[in-house]
Nanobody
């Protein structure tokens, strides 16, 4: 098992920046992919950005050029740098990680509790 704890959310004006952090309770070396999802009121949860253990990144079209995901295996942490924020970025942001369990013979999926990001116009 692993716990993921997000931090760094808050209220910011449009055009501002925030950096989200997701700290894992143990080494993230075994995680295949770590990512950030978001869910706005009345909408489905959507992928914002993801990074593989090999460093390959993937972004939602809506955040390309504005958001940057990175992972620090030594600190067991993944980050999401968010620049040029827009009101439509307002949502609860969730950290996600997945790994393969050889013991269980199954993929395991972990989620944090979420952190609120609110962008005012």
């Amino acid at each position: 098992q692993v716990q993921l704890e997000e931090s760094g959310g808050g209220l910011v004006q449009a055009g501002g920046s925030l950096r989200l952090s997701c700290a894992a309770s143990r080494s993230i070396f075994s995680f295949n992919t770590m990512g950030w999802y978001r869910q706005a009121p009345g909408k489905q949860r959507e992928l914002v950005a993801a990074i593989t253990s090999g460093g390959r990144v993937n972004y939602a079209d809506s955040v390309k050029g504005r958001f940057t995901i990175s992972r620090d295996n030594a600190k067991n942490t993944v980050y999401l740098q968010m620049n040029s924020l827009k009101p439509e970025d307002t949502a609860v942001y969730y950290c996600n990680a997945d790994e393969w369990s050889t013991r269980l013979g199954a993929a395991l999926d972990y989620w944090g509790q979420g952190t609120q990001v609110t962008v005012s116009s």
